[in-house]
């Protein structure tokens, strides 16, 4: 088992360039520092929070909820015949 407080080792050693940032909001900034101070340049964020990083280090947030509505409104299309749609068999 690993510990954040390893973070900056695991990093350095591995080469590590991409974090992905899954934590409560209340965690979310944090947590975010510690990995650019790591040296991770690029970071997918799953976390229910906007965090806020430094110029050169790229962040993506990815909405849960709003990726749920979106299946969900494709499954409701889908209808009795349960065949994807187009828009979902090409992503």
């Known amino acids: 088992m690993v510990s954040i407080d390893d973070l900056d080792h695991v990093v350095r050693e591995h080469k590590i360039a991409i974090g992905i940032l899954a934590t409560p909001a209340s965690a979310a900034q944090d947590v975010a520092d510690r990995l650019v101070a790591a040296g ?36 409701l299309r889908r209808g009795a015949t349960g065949t994807p749609t187009t828009r979902e068999r090409t992503g």
Request: with cysteine.
């Open 40 to 75: 991770v340049t690029s970071i997918l964020n799953f976390a229910p929070a906007v965090c806020s990083v430094p110029e050169g280090v790229s962040m993506r947030k990815v909405d849960l909820a709003i990726e749920l509505q979106i299946l969900s409104f494709y499954q």
